[in-house]
């Protein structure tokens, strides 16, 4: 019995026709050492979503002028 159904993901843009051709003709390849990786990419994604500082802003909104 087979457990993926490929229909069952369709329809797939072209970012996703490509990683899935990419990956059916054996292009990916293990690292080399995967906690390494890891740490490099869990590293990355935290200072990406890191919270510098905090930030209030006050608007005003104009009055109508008088013509």
């Known amino acids: ?3 993926f159904d490929p229909d069952a993901f369709l ?7 490509a990683l899935m051709a990419s990956l059916e003709a054996d ?4 690292v080399a050492n995967l ?3 890891k740490e490099k990419v869990t590293t990355a994604v935290r200072h990406t979503i890191k919270k510098e500082k905090r930030i ?3 608007l005003t ?3 109508p002028t008088k013509t």
């Open 61 to 63: 909104q104009n009055a």
């Open 27 to 30: 292009e990916w390849r293990p």
């Open 56 to 58: 209030n802003l006050c």
């Open 35 to 37: 906690a390494d990786e």
């Open 11 to 17: 329809p797939l843009d072209e970012e996703e026709q």
């Open 1 to 3: 019995m087979n457990r």
